[in-house]
């Protein structure tokens, strides 16, 4: 499906990077099938593959900022940062970053949350990948491109 | 950690990186942030480069990361040294069977969890983490895998605060720190 949209057809480490993930069902409740990315991660050479495919896209598109969603996208960015030569800038919730941030608040399916990015982190004009472990409806995503949006990233 | 051990070169440049963010979380405390570190692709990799030089080869197939920051750093050694990476994680985030440590805080309790079937028994495993202070969290993340079975072989982290002296509750467990704060 996606991987031949992406030019990634026959590539052959999706399929073992696609059956490393295990479903757990009703997680974090009732009616929700969870993808659990940690048993990948438990997959040495599935959880390589799985940086190379990113590495190999990015490389030489002249990207100097990978940004990475906590938590799970901190499992993901790092490494792809440091194979491209770009810095990793953190997303996090509320109240973890020390220094001065900004902030995009989103919504939930009960109320809104936040994302906050550290003020300075990114400068106009760079190129920016975001990374996380999964897009479901897009809302924190949406909030990560409007933070990089406000330092005209 | 002998006071004439030769400094490699590539130390002092990942120190000057750390942010030290005063008072923050509260007054009085001096928060170390490794942000502007990963700010500097080259003294990120230098310091992931450090931690891989000294495990390479040595028969490591676990490396457990602390939330959040641990997950920073575990995943490039992991993936550097051929290890499976395990997070360890904040009470009702990880979606499957898990097994928990409790640990104090300054005031109240707090927990880390493991999935259950991640580490097998005799493996040997690293702890990793951005810093250690009273060392309370590293020790948890050290009686959870030992209770699974695994050996500890070293907790590494990248920055030490000796005055709170955390080493000591590792219970002899070696920590590997590339700097310290006083």
């Avoid at chain 1, 030489?60 to 499992?75: N, P, Q, T």
């Avoid at chain 2, 923050?24 to 080259?42: E, R, V, Y």
């Avoid at chain 2, 590293?138 to 590494?156: D, K, P, S, T, W």
């Amino acid at each position: 499906m996606f991987a031949a949209e992406n030019g990634l057809r026959g590539d052959p480490r999706l399929e073992a990077i696609s059956e490393a993930i295990r479903v757990v069902p009703h997680f974090p409740k009732q009616g929700i099938m969870f993808q659990d990315i940690t048993t990948l991660l438990l997959d040495p050479k599935a959880f390589k593959d799985t940086v190379d495919i990113f590495v190999d896209r990015y490389r030489d598109m002249d990207i100097s900022v990978v940004a990475g969603v906590e938590a799970r996208g901190f499992m993901f960015g790092p490494s792809i940062a440091l194979a491209i030569g770009a810095k990793f800038v953190p997303l996090s919730k509320p109240r973890k970053l020390p220094g001065k941030v900004i902030s995009e608040a989103y919504e939930l399916e009960y109320g809104t949350d936040c994302l906050e990015m550290h003020i300075g982190a990114v400068q106009p004009g760079e190129r920016a990948l975001v990374i996380d472990d999964l897009i479901a409806t897009g809302g924190t995503f949406s909030a990560a491109i409007r933070l990089l949006g406000t330092v005209q990233a | 950690m002998s006071a004439y051990r030769v400094q490699d070169p590539r130390i002092h440049g990942i120190k000057t990186k750390i942010r030290v963010v005063p008072n923050f979380p509260k007054p009085g405390i001096m928060f170390q942030d490794i942000t502007t570190l990963l700010l500097d692709p080259k003294a990120f990799k230098d310091t992931i480069d450090l931690f891989v030089e000294r495990y390479k080869g040595k028969n490591i197939s676990v490396v457990a990361g602390i939330e959040a920051r641990g997950f920073i750093f575990g995943p490039p050694i992991a993936l550097a040294i051929g290890a499976k990476f395990v997070p360890l994680r904040k009470p009702k985030k990880l979606p499957g069977e898990v097994i928990f440590e409790e640990y104090t805080l300054e005031y109240g309790k707090d927990r880390l969890e493991m999935h259950v079937g991640a580490v097998e028994p005799g493996e040997r495993a690293l702890v990793v983490d951005d810093l250690i202070a009273t060392g309370g969290t590293l020790c948890a993340a050290m009686n959870l895998l030992e209770r699974v079975g695994a050996e500890v072989v070293e907790c590494a982290c990248v920055i030490e605060l000796p005055d709170l002296q955390g080493r000591k509750r590792l219970s002899g467990k070696p920590l590997y720190v590339l700097v310290e704060y006083h």
